[in-house]
T-cell receptor
Framework: GAGVSQSPRYKVAKRGQDVALRCDPISGHVSLFWYQQALGQGPEFLTYFQNEAQLDKSGLPSDRFFAERPEGSVSTLKIQRTQQEDSAVYLC??????????????FGNGTRLTVT | AQSVAQPEDQVNVAEGNPLTVKCTYSVSGNPYLFWYVQYPNRGLQFLLKYITGDNLVKGSYGFEAEFNKSQTSFHLKKPSALVSDSALYFCAVSPSHAGRRALTFGSGTRLQVQP
């Protein structure tokens, strides 16, 4: 079956531009996560949705980062006024249930954002 | 707050030899532990998890991991390495309480299996 789909695959933005990154989770998956992976590092948590509710946004690094999942399926991560330190791979992951602490995550291939 | 340490940036092993990728963790309460693998330009793929029970956990592609509570470790192992196992491996921990659902990942260990 279809996995987690992320688009675009690559994004180059000039410093100061706004970007929007899309995630299509596996159909029916309740939980959705966004992670940021800097070069040579492990993924770092950004935010978590359970259906359309954003239950945890403690990992968002600044108020320039905003995420939504209005209908409980597709999610968008928006970064306003991009900075060079925002350059990273942004990973989306979904999980079928709400007990995510004991369920494996299904990751997309990520969006590589480069801010010039 | 929970944390994960992967002390080796890279592990080199010859094909057919056993491999070990090390992981130690810190978490309040009981840990839920995971290993994920990442191939170039791909997302992470789940390998195995420890929730409770037997300390030796078996996972995908012949990998296994041993949970050691006293040493707070969860090392990944495989009896006989394949060239195709070459990839980036991440250990992750989740807190056992439901309030915080996100995984905390280590910085990763690159496994290089030489033919």
């Amino acid at each position: 079956g279809a996995g987690v789909s992320q688009s675009p695959r690559y994004k180059v933005a000039k410093r100061g531009q706004d970007v929007a990154l899309r995630c299509d989770p596996i159909s029916g998956h309740v939980s959705l996560f966004w992670y940021q992976q800097a070069l040579g590092q492990g993924p770092e948590f950004l935010t978590y949705f359970q259906n359309e509710a954003q239950l945890d946004k403690s990992g968002l690094p600044s108020d320039r980062f905003f995420a939504e999942r209005p209908e409980g399926s597709v999610s968008t991560l928006k970064i306003q006024r991009t900075q060079q330190e925002d350059s990273a791979v942004y990973l989306c992951a979904s999980s079928p249930g709400t007990e995510t602490y004991n369920s494996p995550l299904h990751f997309g291939n990520g969006t590589r954002l480069t801010v010039t | 707050a929970q944390s994960v340490a992967q002390p080796e940036d890279q592990v080199n092993v010859a094909e057919g030899n056993p491999l070990t990728v090390k992981c130690t963790y810190s978490v309040s309460g009981n840990p839920y532990l995971f290993w994920y693998v990442q191939y170039p330009n791909r997302g992470l793929q789940f390998l195995l998890k420890y929730i409770t029970g037997d300390n030796l956990v078996k996972g995908s592609y012949g990998f296994e991991a041993e949970f050691n509570k006293s040493q707070t470790s969860f090392h990944l192992k495989k009896p006989s390495a394949l060239v195709s196992d070459s990839a980036l491996y991440f250990c992750a921990v989740s807190p056992s309480h439901a309030g915080r659902r996100a995984l905390t990942f280590g910085s990763g260990t690159r496994l290089q299996v030489q033919p």
